[in-house]
C-alpha cells in the first residue's frame, strides 16, 4: 500500500511539472507598484566609442543608422556610484542561461525581444534595494533591423539579426523570411543578413572584441571583454525609497547613431553585398541614456 501512495504522489508532482511554464520577464501578479523598463531606439544620440566619448566614422569604413525591428537584454543593474563594480550594484534581472551548446551561454529560444518604445521588463517597486543610483548598466542580446544595402549597382533594403551578448546557444533564429539553424553556441558578433530581392542569406562573425560596447565608467568600473554590457547615467540620481505609491518607468534611449559599420571596399558609402561583399566590422548600440518617465 504505501508503495502504491507513493507512486501516486510521484505521478501528481509529474503532472504538475509537466503544466508548469517558464514565467515572461515582465509576468509578476503583484498589484503593486512596478518598476518598469522600456527601451527607445534613438538615432539623435550621441556616437559613443568604447570609452564613452563621441567618435567618428574610422577611415576606409562607412556606417548608417538601421531602422530596428526588435532588440533584447540579458541583465539589468543599477550601480550607485562610479565606483561600484559590476554585479556588486542592484541586479535587477538576469535572462536565461544554457550549456546546450558547451559552454555556458546566453539562451537565445528564452530571450523577451521587443520592438521601439515598448516594455522590455518590470518588477514590483518594494523588491528593489532603496537606495539613491547614478549609473544603470544593461547587457544586450540580441538586434534585428533593416538596412540598406547595394546589390548589382541597384540599392534595396535587407534585414540583419545580429547576437552581441558575450555568447548565445542558438538553434535557430528568423531573419525576416528566412530561418537559419544553428544548434551551437555562437560568441559576440554572430550575424545573419537576408537580402530582399532573391531571399539570399549570409552569415558572419566580427572580429573578437569588435563590437562596440560603451562604458564611460571604464577607468573605475570595467567590463569584461567580450561582454555587452553598456553603461549609461541618469541625469540626477534615480532615488528608490521603497515607499512609492505609483508605477516608475525607466526609459532606456539607446544610441543607434550609425551603429552598423562596414569596410567600404568600393569608398561609396554603400553596403554592398554583390561581387566581394563588403566586411562587416560592428553592430554595437552606441551608448544608453537612462531617464525617468
Same mark, same amino acid.
Given at each position: 500500500?504505501?508503495? /502504491?501512495?507513493?507512486?501516486?504522489l510521484a505521478?501528481?508532482?509529474?503532472?504538475?511539472?509537466?503544466c508548469?511554464?517558464?514565467?515572461?520577464?515582465?509576468?509578476?501578479?503583484?498589484?503593486? &507598484?512596478?518598476?518598469?523598463?522600456?527601451?527607445?531606439?534613438?538615432s539623435?544620440?550621441?556616437?559613443?566609442?568604447?570609452?564613452?566619448?563621441?567618435?567618428?566614422?574610422?577611415?576606409?569604413?562607412? @556606417?548608417?543608422?538601421p531602422?530596428?525591428? #526588435?532588440?533584447? $537584454?540579458?541583465?539589468?543593474?543599477? @550601480? &550607485?556610484?562610479?565606483?561600484?563594480?559590476? *554585479?556588486t +550594484?542592484?541586479v535587477?534581472?538576469?535572462?536565461?542561461?544554457?550549456?546546450?551548446? *558547451?559552454?555556458? $551561454? #546566453?539562451?537565445f529560444?528564452?530571450?523577451? #525581444?521587443?520592438?521601439?518604445?515598448?516594455?522590455?521588463?518590470?518588477?514590483?517597486?518594494?523588491?528593489?534595494?532603496p +537606495?539613491?543610483?547614478?549609473?544603470?548598466?544593461?547587457? #544586450?542580446?540580441?538586434?534585428?533591423?533593416?538596412?540598406?544595402?547595394?546589390?548589382? +549597382?541597384?540599392?534595396?533594403t535587407?534585414?540583419? $539579426?545580429?547576437?552581441?551578448?558575450?555568447?548565445?546557444?542558438i538553434?535557430?533564429?528568423?531573419?525576416?523570411?528566412?530561418?537559419?539553424?544553428?544548434?551551437?553556441?555562437?560568441?559576440?558578433?554572430?550575424?545573419?543578413?537576408?537580402?530582399?530581392?532573391?531571399?539570399?542569406?549570409?552569415?558572419?562573425?566580427?572580429?573578437?572584441? @569588435? /563590437?562596440?560596447?560603451?562604458?564611460?565608467?571604464? $577607468?573605475?568600473?570595467p567590463? &569584461?571583454?567580450?561582454?555587452?554590457?553598456?553603461?549609461g547615467?541618469?541625469?540626477?540620481?534615480?532615488?528608490?525609497? *521603497?515607499?512609492?505609491?505609483?508605477?516608475?518607468?525607466?526609459?532606456?534611449?539607446?544610441? /543607434?547613431?550609425?551603429?552598423?559599420?562596414? /569596410?567600404?571596399?568600393?569608398?561609396?558609402?554603400?553596403?554592398?553585398?554583390?561581387?566581394?561583399?563588403?566586411?562587416v566590422?560592428?553592430?554595437?548600440?552606441?551608448?544608453?541614456? &537612462?531617464?525617468?518617465?
Open positions: 500500500m504505501r508503495k /502504491i501512495i507513493l507512486s501516486a505521478l501528481s508532482l509529474l503532472a504538475f511539472s509537466a508548469k511554464k517558464d514565467k515572461d520577464p515582465t509576468d509578476n501578479p503583484d498589484t503593486g &507598484p512596478k518598476l518598469r523598463f522600456k527601451f527607445v531606439l534613438d539623435t544620440l550621441a556616437r559613443l566609442d568604447n570609452l564613452g566619448n563621441p567618435e567618428p566614422i574610422e577611415s576606409g569604413h562607412a @556606417a548608417q543608422t531602422q530596428f525591428n #526588435l532588440i533584447g $537584454a540579458h541583465y539589468i543593474e543599477l @550601480a &550607485p556610484t562610479m565606483y561600484t563594480a559590476l *554585479g +550594484g542592484t535587477l534581472y538576469v535572462g536565461e542561461e544554457t550549456t546546450a551548446g *558547451g559552454s555556458k $551561454a #546566453l539562451n529560444e528564452k530571450e523577451k #525581444l521587443v520592438g521601439d518604445n515598448q516594455e522590455f521588463f518590470s518588477m514590483p517597486i518594494k523588491d528593489v534595494t +537606495g539613491s543610483y547614478e549609473w544603470l548598466r544593461v547587457s #544586450l542580446a540580441y538586434q534585428n533591423f533593416n538596412i540598406k544595402y547595394r546589390y548589382n +549597382g541597384v540599392v534595396y535587407g534585414t540583419l $539579426a545580429s547576437f552581441i551578448g558575450y555568447n548565445t546557444y538553434k535557430d533564429y528568423k531573419i525576416k523570411n528566412k530561418t537559419v539553424s544553428v544548434n551551437a553556441n555562437k560568441l559576440q558578433g554572430y550575424w545573419g543578413f537576408e537580402e530582399s530581392t532573391t531571399g539570399f542569406t549570409l552569415t558572419g562573425q566580427v572580429p573578437s572584441g @569588435a /563590437i562596440t560596447v560603451p562604458n564611460p565608467l571604464f $577607468a573605475t568600473a567590463i &569584461p571583454s567580450g561582454s555587452c554590457v553598456v553603461t547615467s541618469f541625469p540626477t540620481a534615480f532615488t528608490v525609497t *521603497g515607499n512609492e505609491t505609483e508605477d516608475v518607468t525607466v526609459v532606456v534611449r539607446v544610441s /543607434i547613431n550609425k551603429s552598423f559599420e562596414w /569596410i567600404d571596399n568600393g569608398n561609396d558609402g554603400y553596403y554592398d553585398t554583390s561581387g566581394s561583399p563588403d566586411v566590422t560592428d553592430m554595437g548600440v552606441r551608448g544608453i541614456y &537612462p531617464i525617468i518617465e
